[in-house]
């Protein structure tokens, strides 16, 4: 093959990508039309709950029709710009025509790159809460206390992006360490910027029992589920075994008095969640269903992708728990993200919860994995 006909070829390929682009971008527009049109008519809006369901589908498009109305904006001024570079005769016009004309190629490729990303299949759970499980991994007493420096981090962030945090349930060591945790955060967009936390985290340093000074490797595991609805995973209550009993810990002048910890284990599949940070049986009862039907879930999701090819997962989105996803050295005051190789030198606000690089850096890696499959 020539590279004459190569380069045509690529050429005639990009060319069908924009035409798609194009193509789905004129699709939403009209659609978006049609939902302003029916959430003004009086008999929908009569139906509050079908009124509701029309404006949500509008919010969910409405960015990408408003980018596309400023792209078309543009590709009006420049028509413009250009019918002046031919016809006008003033050569300083001519010359302020050609500089709009090379800003606004510019802003429109731009443009159309934020708008592929706007286009990209949207994952159903991003504007989700999040239940987030952190377990103590290898090191033993060391891991503990680097799982409590993790569900530090998680909080600190949480608090930063002004979204709330519970702590559903958490066996301490006593010492400053925690063996497991698990924690309700809500926010907009929680599960979209919290999901690629998933995966085995390392610790790097010198334990403050360790005489000899040297390094030691810890690791602690995490799990990001999204909150799920009643009707993704519905449970037979006769699948549902419960048990109370009196809760231990901080808890108030109702620990040890009454049995208000629950414990819920799921027959079929053996899961077993504990929930005893309420004082109230039933409010640990709800909290306890809900992390039941997120860990259910979550099997689910990760048996069906197990039956995925592994070269049509990226490495960033597999959400595979045995993977090592981060280290935080602190003799080097670093963190490193293996998946995108970023490496930041400021692990003390890293723990603090100021997370946000590595986190973008994620979720732009994940962009331009799905851009190639784009079209």
Avoid at 34 to 40: D, G, I, P, Y
Avoid at 307 to 313: E, G, H, L, T, Y
Wanted: charged letters at 35%.
């Amino acid at each position: 093959m020539t590279f004459f006909v190569y380069n045509k070829l690529v050429w005639n390929e990009n060319r069908k990508v924009i035409r798609i682009m194009f193509d789905k971008l004129d699709f939403i527009t009209e659609k978006y039309q049609e939902l302003s049109e029916k959430v003004a008519d009086p008999a929908v809006i009569s139906d509050q709950k079908t009124w509701q369901k029309y404006m949500k589908e509008m919010a969910e498009i409405e960015p990408i029709v408003k980018s596309y109305e400023a792209y078309r904006k543009m590709q009006s001024d420049l028509a413009d710009a250009r019918e002046i570079m031919d016809l006008e005769d003033d050569e300083e016009m001519k010359e302020m025509a050609k500089e709009e004309a090379k800003e606004l190629e510019d802003k429109m490729a731009k443009a159309q790159e934020d708008l592929k990303v706007l286009l990209l299949p949207k994952d159903p759970n991003d504007d989700k809460n999040v239940i987030l499980e952190i377990r103590a991994g290898t090191g033993g007493e060391e891991a503990a206390l680097f799982g409590n420096d993790l569900l530090r981090m998680y909080l600190r962030y949480a608090e930063r992006r002004r979204w709330k945090a519970e702590i559903i349930e958490i066996s301490d060591t006593g010492i400053g360490g925690i063996k497991e945790a698990v924690v309700m955060i809500k926010g907009k967009g929680a599960y979209s910027r919290l999901k690629f936390e998933s995966g085995v985290h390392r610790v790097q340093r010198v334990p403050e029992t360790e005489s000899s000074g040297r390094i030691h490797t810890s690791a602690a595991t995490v799990a990001v589920l999204p909150e799920v609805d009643d009707v993704e995973v519905e449970i037979n209550p006769n699948d549902v075994k419960v048990d109370v009993y009196r809760a231990s810990g901080n808890g108030g002048q109702c620990v040890n008095t009454t049995d208000s910890a629950v414990r819920m284990t799921h027959l079929p599949t053996g899961i077993v969640v504990t929930c005893q940070d309420e004082k109230s049986q039933i409010q640990n009862r709800e909290k306890a269903m809900r992390v039941l039907k997120a860990r259910l879930y979550d099997k689910m999701v990760q048996e069906q992708n197990d039956k995925i090819s592994a070269d049509r997962r990226s490495q960033v989105g597999s959400g595979d728990r045995s993977e090592r996803i981060r280290t935080y050295n602190f003799p080097q005051g670093r963190v490193t993200d293996h998946r995108i190789n970023l490496t930041l030198y400021k692990l003390e606000q890293f723990l603090d919860g100021d997370i946000d690089e590595a986190v973008d850096g994620l979720i732009t890696a994940d962009q331009a994995e799905k851009m190639r499959d784009f079209g």
